[in-house]
C-alpha cells in the first residue's frame, strides 16, 4: 500500500514578509494583542511499499461470475431507506404518503 506523510517546515523569516497572530475582544471586535507568528510550509512526501520496491504487485481476484443484481422490491426498498435517511422534507412526506396509500396483503 502507498503511504504519503506529508512534513511540514518553517519557513525562513528573511522572505519580506512578517506574519502575527492577533487577539481579537469579541465584544468590541478590536484586537487586544499581536503575537509573532512563523509560517509553516508543508509538503507530501511518498513512501513507498516494500511491494512497489521489489517490483511485484500484488492482483486481486474478480470473481465475475458471482451475481450483484437486485429484485426490483428490494431496489425499491434500499431507495426508500436512502430518502429516509438523506432525503428533502419533502421527498420524505411523499414516501410517507406513498406507504399510506399502499395496499399490502
Given at each position: 500500500?502507498?503511504?504519503?506523510?506529508?512534513?511540514?517546515?518553517?519557513e525562513?523569516?528573511?522572505?519580506g514578509?512578517?506574519?502575527?497572530?492577533?487577539?481579537?475582544?469579541?465584544?468590541?471586535?478590536?484586537p487586544?494583542?499581536?503575537?509573532?507568528?512563523?509560517?509553516?510550509?508543508?509538503?507530501?512526501?511518498?513512501?513507498?511499499?516494500?511491494?512497489?520496491?521489489?517490483?511485484?504487485?500484488?492482483?486481486?481476484?474478480?470473481?465475475?461470475?458471482?451475481?450483484?443484481?437486485?429484485?426490483?422490491?428490494?431496489?425499491?426498498?434500499?431507495?426508500?431507506?436512502?430518502?429516509?435517511?438523506?432525503?428533502?422534507?419533502?421527498?420524505v412526506?411523499?414516501?410517507?404518503?406513498?406507504i399510506?396509500?399502499?395496499?399490502?396483503?
Amino acid at each position: 500500500p502507498l503511504h504519503i506523510d506529508h512534513v511540514g517546515i518553517e519557513e525562513p523569516p528573511g522572505n519580506g514578509f512578517e506574519y502575527v497572530l492577533a487577539i481579537v475582544d469579541r465584544n468590541t471586535g478590536r484586537p487586544i494583542e499581536f503575537k509573532p507568528a512563523a509560517l509553516v510550509s508543508f509538503q507530501p512526501r511518498f513512501q513507498p511499499g516494500e511491494e512497489l520496491l521489489n517490483g511485484r504487485k500484488r492482483k486481486s481476484f474478480t470473481n465475475y461470475s458471482q451475481d450483484f443484481s437486485m429484485s426490483f422490491d428490494e431496489m425499491r426498498t434500499e431507495r426508500n431507506n436512502l430518502t429516509k435517511s438523506f432525503g428533502s422534507a419533502k421527498n420524505v412526506k411523499k414516501l410517507e404518503a406513498n406507504i399510506r396509500r399502499s395496499i399490502t396483503n
